[in-house]
């Protein structure tokens, strides 16, 4: 009995270093984009929410302001994208990517499609990407099946309203699964700035 209930402290304090561990991260985030220039009026902060660190900003201009420019996709769900591409025999001009002007026009490449929208800088002020009118604007041709999945995956996560954490040049998209409660991942797009 005494082992079933020292497994079950040592549990929650496992549980709740995890937690302090996420609190440190996110107060020392907070205070490496503030010697950045990121903080302060006009800039950005992370915030604890039930799902991680989030980054909000100060106002629609600095966020629109922090993802303007060109972004690559290096990451999907774990997989370097540079490597399934390659190890499929694709040129890495397939590499999706995305364009955020400062109007908070969007444009990329989603593997074999191109797509294009408008950012929702007030969802992007609270740490939330989106399209305004609920989707991106796509071209329809067909390729081969890796590619195809590729695009279907990066295309979901950007359409899905996804949490963003921008650290320096490296931009997450993370979309979570079922209700707003589960607090499950299903999708994680890395992107990191191009040139």
Known sequence: ??????????????????????????AVLGCVMSAAGCGGAGGASATMEDEGVTTRFASTAAAMKAMTGDWRLVLLNGQSVAQTLESGGFDLARTPTLRV??????????????????????RLKDGVLSFQGGGAAMTRMAGPAPLM???????????????????????????????AGS?????????????
Do not use: H, W, Y
């Not at 005494?2 to 996110?26: E, H, I, M, P, Y």
């Not at 996804?162 to 979309?175: D, F, N, P, T």
């Not at 607090?183 to 040139?195: F, K, N, P």
């Open 149 to 179: 999945t590729m695009e279907q995956a990066f295309i979901g996560v950007l359409n899905s309203g996804a949490s963003v954490r921008l650290e320096g040049s490296r931009l997450e998209l993370i979309q979570r699964d079922g209700d």
């Open 183 to 195: 607090g499950t991942q299903s999708e994680v797009a890395v992107l990191e700035r191009a040139g």
């Open 101 to 122: 002007e400062p109007d908070g026009q969007m444009t990329g490449l989603a593997a074999v499609n191109r797509f294009s929208g408008t950012l929702d800088a007030e």
């Open 1 to 26: 009995m005494r082992n079933d209930s020292l497994t079950k402290t040592r549990r929650g304090c496992g549980n709740f270093r995890a937690r302090v561990a996420q609190v440190c991260f996110a």
